[in-house]
Structures are given as C-alpha cells and as structure tokens.
C-alpha cells in the first residue's frame, strides 16, 4: 500500500517536470516510442526512490534519473540503431504568420537544427540540451551528468562547435 502523502508530495514536485523529461529522454533516444519507455521506467524510478529525494530541485533530481534510466536502457538495447532520424512531426516549427515561404524557411532551418543535434555524440548532446533547451545552470548539469563542472563547460563548448560546423558545411553545399 503507498502512502497518500507521499503519492500527493511525489505529484505536485515530480509530475510538473514530465516535459522536462520527455524532452531529454526524446532527444537522447531520438524517438517517441523509446522516449516514452524512458520516462516511464524513469517515472517508476522516481517514485520507488522518492523517499531519498532530500528537497531542492526536483527537475533537476528527475533529470538525473532520467539520464541513468537512458543509459541503463541504452545498455539493454546495444544492437538498436540510435542514429535513426527525429520522427515526430510535433516538433517542426510553427509559424504564426500565414506566409508559406517564411514557413518554408523556418521549417527547413529547424530541421538543419535537428539533424545537427542528432549528429552530436550523447555525451555533447545531452550538456546541449540541458543547458539550451531545458535551461539548466552548468552546475545542475554537473550534478545529473555526474561530470565535474570543467567537463560540462567543456562539452558544451565542443558541442557548440560542432554545431556550428555542422550547420556552416550544411549552409556551404547549399550556396554552391
């Protein structure tokens, strides 16, 4: 039997972080289905491990399983290829002006975006994303990777360059 007030606490700081989740377990997966089976272990994680969860950031302690939940699936399913391309249409850009060829642009911008991303080494993807797209300090990142804080300014620097150059060939073989 669980206990009601453990399940209320669990909900009102864990649940609130499921975006969060998702979105890092999407972009180290590189697929909904796999995402989803991610967040969910990592979810069950959670709650079993709730009472160890000392206060403080709950995103940030969520993240942290989430992170361990992908490598332990990653372990477990070696023989899947991971380089397989983003799926989900939810996350081309939408546009809110009805201009097709802005749309257009943007749309094949933010696919130029992904595949760069998804090109990166986990380990440069995931400091990525936890710090541009989830918002977190370098500290926090240090913290859920279990690297020292000179490995995640390192990564996220290498990450960013790699980036870069990604997007600049992409750019140069589309001029010629």
Avoid: C
Wanted: hydrophobic share 40%; no cysteine; charged share 30%.
């Amino acid at each position: 039997m669980h206990d009601p007030k453990k399940l209320h606490s669990f909900e009102a700081l864990v649940l609130p972080q499921l975006g969060a989740a998702y979105n890092l377990a999407r972009w180290l997966t590189r697929n909904d289905h796999d995402a989803e089976d991610v967040v969910q272990e990592a979810y069950l994680r959670a709650f079993r491990f709730f009472d160890g969860f000392r206060g403080g950031d709950a995103r940030a302690w969520l993240l942290t399983i989430v992170r361990n939940t992908f490598y332990s699936w990653l372990s477990n399913n070696r023989l899947r290829d991971l380089s397989s391309p983003l799926e989900d249409k939810e996350w081309e850009l939408e546009s809110v002006t009805p201009d097709p060829e802005l749309n257009a642009i943007q749309n094949s911008e933010r696919h130029r975006l992904e595949q760069a991303i998804e090109e990166l080494p986990t380990e440069f993807r995931e400091v990525l994303i936890l710090r541009e797209l989830e918002g977190m300090s370098y500290k926090e990142i240090s913290d859920i990777a279990e690297i020292p804080l000179g490995t995640v300014m390192s990564r996220l620097a290498r990450a960013r360059k790699r980036l870069q150059q990604s997007l600049a060939n992409v750019l140069g073989r589309g001029l010629r």
